[in-house]
């Protein structure tokens, strides 16, 4: 079964860093792009991030640009975004998503249930 | 990098068609074939029913079809049924700078 889990959502400070990452299973991950999409609460969805099959090529939403970084281990099946200064902007369900190939931001065919990022004091 | 501009609520009787559109610009929906739509239901994930302007993938009902004209796309669900009544986002390339960008979402209603 085609499968993407989310972890390492929580609450953090503002100013603070989290690192998320996303278990895939079921394809051949390192032959697709990966990407972090989000959702505000009662918002709606907010590209964020996309990598290459490969990992050597990335992209990011100019609201992230600088503080979000996303990474892959094609040999874990891993897609990770590491976030740092974080703003209650960024609170939101953070969602990994796979491409429908290996393009960046063509169309997302399968999306994990997302992690819940909430940054307060 | 603004967001396509989608209607926030369309409606449809069961057995009618409905057409949600989504425009852009010229640097995103005019400019690439690369315009997605998605189906969210409350608390699930989204769902890809129509990429590259007007593919559906396996198993999405040809109720559902998607085309472009200049820098407008537009979905249209034929048929509807109470099950369409949902949230749908369109999303399009928007060049490698910073490619991908989401519309603010329509709600469907089913009547």
């Known amino acids: 079964e085609v499968q993407l889990l989310e972890s390492g959502g929580g609450l953090v400070q503002p100013g603070g860093s989290l690192r998320l990452s996303c278990a895939a299973s079921?394809?051949?991950?390192?032959?697709?792009?990966m990407n972090w999409v989000r959702q505000a609460p009662g918002k709606g969805l907010d590209w964020v991030a996309c990598i290459s099959g490969s990992g050597g090529a990335t992209h990011y939403a100019a609201s992230v640009k600088g503080r979000f970084t996303i990474s892959r281990d094609n040999s874990k099946n891993t897609l990770s975004l590491q976030m740092n200064s974080l703003t209650g902007e960024d609170t939101a369900v953070y969602s990994c998503a796979k491409d429908v190939g290996d393009n960046a931001f063509n169309a997302f065919d399968i999306w994990g249930q997302g992690t819940m990022v909430t940054v307060s004091s | 990098q603004s967001a396509l501009t989608q209607p926030p609520s369309a409606s449809g009787s069961p057995g009618q068609s409905v057409t949600i559109s989504c425009t852009g610009t010229s640097s995103d929906v005019g400019g690439y074939n690369y315009v997605s739509w998605y189906q969210q239901h409350p608390g699930k994930a989204p769902k890809l029913m129509i990429y590259?302007?007007?593919k559906r993938p396996s198993g999405v009902p040809d109720r559902f079809s998607g085309s472009k004209s200049g820098n407008t796309a537009s979905l249209t669900v034929s048929g509807l049924q109470a099950e369409d009544e949902a949230d749908y986002y369109c999303s399009s390339y928007a060049g490698r700078n910073n490619p991908g960008v989401f519309g603010g979402g329509t709600k469907l209603t089913v009547l």
């Open positions: 079921g394809f051949t991950f390192s032959n697709y792009a």
């Open positions: 590259e302007v007007s």
